[in-house]
């Protein structure tokens, strides 16, 4: 490949350009811890904004919460105290019916900005363009979201190592420490070191 690209120099000719598959991002976070606020901030959105052709993500939201079980019934405590259940809640209800990624990860991203979990629903709504009446509404006060909320419990507790942080980070399809680590400092140029194509863009350049 590289003989050919310095042919195509000799000739005055751009070198092709290879893209290769995205970089597979899975977050775990809640919405009233402040390190998952502080992420999803300062780092994950705008990160996602301006590279999100690079990165298949995946969020899920529960935190280190636990489901009490009474019966067929069962209900959930968060580390945060039952605001940050009903935030998580509404994020879960969310991600299921707002179809547009773009509207999904701006409102996710008023709601961890604005501090105050699901108080702000209203307001982050208006701001990302979305209808929070109806499906998103109806499921964050029903079974729908308990369940939802109970799935994504379900997916984090099968994590392999387990999580014992939020927000847990895992780049590609392993887990590492130093991944997680180097997500919160500088998650663009973690992004762009595992990305294998060469068609990276400096968007903002």
Not at 137 to 142: I, L, Q
Request: glycine share 6%; aromatic share 10%.
């Amino acid at each position: 490949m590289f003989a050919a690209a310095t042919v195509l120099v000799l000739l005055g000719l751009a070198a092709p350009v290879w893209p290769a598959d995205p970089v597979k991002l899975q977050v775990f976070y809640s919405t009233l811890c402040p390190d998952s606020m502080r992420f999803v901030t300062t780092q994950l959105y705008p990160t996602w904004s301006k590279y999100k052709k690079f990165i298949d993500l995946d969020v899920n939201t529960y935190g280190k919460a636990n489901i009490t079980w009474d019966g067929d019934e069962y209900n959930f405590s968060c580390q945060s105290g039952p605001r940050e259940c009903e935030g998580n809640l509404l994020i879960n209800c969310a991600q299921k019916h707002v179809t547009n990624m773009d509207k999904f990860m701006a409102f996710s991203y008023c709601i961890m900005d604005n501090g105050v979990a699901a108080e702000a629903a209203s307001e982050c709504a208006d701001e990302a363009g979305i209808d929070l009446s109806g499906e998103i509404d109806t499921c964050r006060t029903s079974k729908e979201g308990l369940e939802l909320h109970k799935i994504t419990g379900e997916k984090q507790m099968a994590l392999d190592p387990p999580l014992h942080y939020v927000p847990w980070i895992i780049v590609g399809d392993e887990f590492s420490d130093a991944n997680l680590e180097a997500a919160q400092k500088d998650l663009v140029k973690l992004i762009k070191s595992e990305y294998k194509g060469d068609d990276w863009e400096d968007c903002g350049k």
